[in-house]
């Protein structure tokens, strides 16, 4: 099966820095990738849909400006949460959309970043 | 064992008994619907999904119903094991566009050896 991986799996950063989490299509192409946030014992909450050489598409409530995206090839989403702070540790996780296939409804999920903002 | 949808986030059931986990969607206009099964620190693996053309769908071991009437769905483990703990989500999805994945609140499956 379509398998997504997500890199780094766990990251601990101090606060202000910037964390760059990778997403990646490994035997299919993605024209759209999604990312999602969970926090403990609650359900993911999408907070983008990433489109291959174009803007991301955000959710309400999520800022942009934080949380940039980047889907620079169709194997590729990049999330990149600046100035991070203790209320942004979460568990992070994307999942691609297979392009070019009859199914193009399932949504093939990551194994999830781990992010702790000290 | 039976959930009583969102209200209910815990199941406890013996090992090999039957479980069944009941989720309520929110948009009528959903037309996928997708059970997905997350272990701890694990992002979701997909179990089994439903059109809105159907009402019921079997896998192995596992089934899924959908009212649409009711906007209720609901996932059948057969023979419940130890590795089926886990929390399961239904999510819900509208064909075409972005396909945005909407998920409900969770259950988690706690069986009981």
């Known amino acids: 099966g379509a398998v997504v991986s997500q890199h780094p799996s766990r990251v601990i950063c101090k606060s202000g820095t910037s964390v760059k989490i990778e997403c990646r299509s490994l035997?299919?192409?993605?024209?759209?990738m999604f990312w999602y946030r969970q926090f403990p014992k609650q359900s993911l909450m999408l907070m983008a849909t990433?489109?291959?050489?174009?803007?991301?598409?955000?959710e309400q409530g999520v800022e942009k400006d934080k949380f940039l995206i980047n889907h620079a090839s169709l194997t590729l989403s990049t999330l990149t949460v600046t100035s991070a702070h203790p209320e942004d540790s979460s568990f992070y996780i994307c999942s691609a959309r297979e392009s070019g296939t009859k199914n193009t409804d399932t949504q093939y999920f990551g194994p999830g970043t781990r992010l702790t903002v000290l | 064992g039976e959930s009583v949808g969102l209200h209910l986030p815990t199941l406890s059931v013996q090992e090999g008994d039957n479980s069944i986990i009941n989720c309520a969607y929110s948009n009528s206009a959903s037309d996928y619907f997708i059970w997905y099964k997350q272990e701890s620190g694990k992002g979701p693996q997909f179990i089994i999904d439903?059109?809105?053309?159907?009402d019921k769908r079997q896998g192995q071991r596992v089934t899924v119903l959908l009212n649409k009437t009711v906007k209720h769905l609901s996932l059948q483990i057969a023979a419940t094991q130890p590795g089926d703990s886990a929390v399961y989500f239904c999510?819900?999805?509208?064909?075409?566009?972005?396909?945005?994945?909407?998920f409900g609140t969770g259950t988690k499956l706690q069986v009981i050896p």
């Open positions: 999510a819900e999805i509208i064909s075409g566009g972005y396909q945005k994945v909407t």
């Open positions: 035997d299919f192409q993605a024209t759209t």
């Open positions: 990433s489109n291959e050489g174009s803007k991301a598409t955000y």
């Open positions: 439903i059109r809105s053309n159907m």
